[in-house]
């Protein structure tokens, strides 16, 4: 079936830092990916997605290419700042053994950015 | 922006007690989901709902549990008799009419659930 897996955390890191967040998939057919972001206390916000092969999806500073060939959706920021202290989400939405589309999130991955 | 919203954000209840955690999705989606999160752990998929009916359900989502869609425009869920492991986030979340792969799904910033 289809799974996410995504690196574990915490991941600490400084201001400025580079970021990176691994994510690899498996699916049946071209799932979508995504990126969700959850801050403390809040509910789960898309951050970005990529629908086929080698789209990148970006947002807020952020990106991801979707690799088909290596089945990765890592989540990469060249500068970190505080305010990006969260738990981010992988997840892909593909099609089920039943013919219906869901997603399938990962465990999540605690980035605390220290000033 | 359009966006879901879900009440009550938190909610203390006795083991036993029958809860219903409401939502009301974007107004022009017409498939709708729950989620739920235990504290710590991974986003669970509990249930989604298209065209008044269950169109699919986890291995979670047991007879404990109903969904409704009481009107035009909420979206419920029950949960009859609480025990300890329902404590959890609930995410309620929807999605655009068509059912591509590509269909991001919107969620609520979600409902704690609190079982003592």
């Known amino acids: 079936g289809n799974s996410v897996t995504q690196m574990e955390g915490p991941v600490t890191l400084s201001e400025e830092a580079f970021l990176t967040i691994n994510c690899t998939y498996t699916a049946t057919g071209y799932p979508s990916l995504f990126w969700y972001v959850q801050y403390p206390g809040e509910g789960l916000q898309l951050l970005l997605k990529?629908?086929?092969?080698?789209d990148k999806g970006s947002n807020k500073g952020f990106e991801a290419t979707y690799r088909k060939e290596t089945t990765s959706f890592h989540l990469e920021k060249g500068s970190v700042q505080v305010s990006d202290s969260a738990v981010y989400f992988c997840a892909l939405r593909g099609v089920t053994t039943s013919g219906t589309y869901k997603y399938i999130f990962g465990t999540g991955t605690r980035l605390k950015v220290l000033a | 922006e359009p966006e879901v919203t879900q009440t009550p954000s938190h909610q203390v209840t006795q083991m036993g007690q029958e809860v219903i955690l409401r939502c009301v999705p974007i107004s022009n989606h017409l498939y709708f989901y729950w989620y739920r999160q235990i504290l710590g752990q991974k986003v669970e998929f509990l249930v989604s709902?298209?065209?008044?009916?269950?169109?699919?359900k986890s291995e979670i989502f047991d007879d404990q549990f109903s969904v409704e869609r009481p009107d035009g425009s909420n979206f419920t869920l029950k949960i009859r008799s609480t025990k300890l492991e329902d404590s959890a986030m609930y995410f309620c979340a929807s999605s655009e009419p068509t059912q591509g792969s590509g269909n991001t799904i919107y969620f609520g910033e979600g409902s704690w659930l609190t079982v003592v």
């Open positions: 709902f298209y065209n008044n009916e269950i169109s699919e």
């Open positions: 990529a629908t086929k092969a080698d």
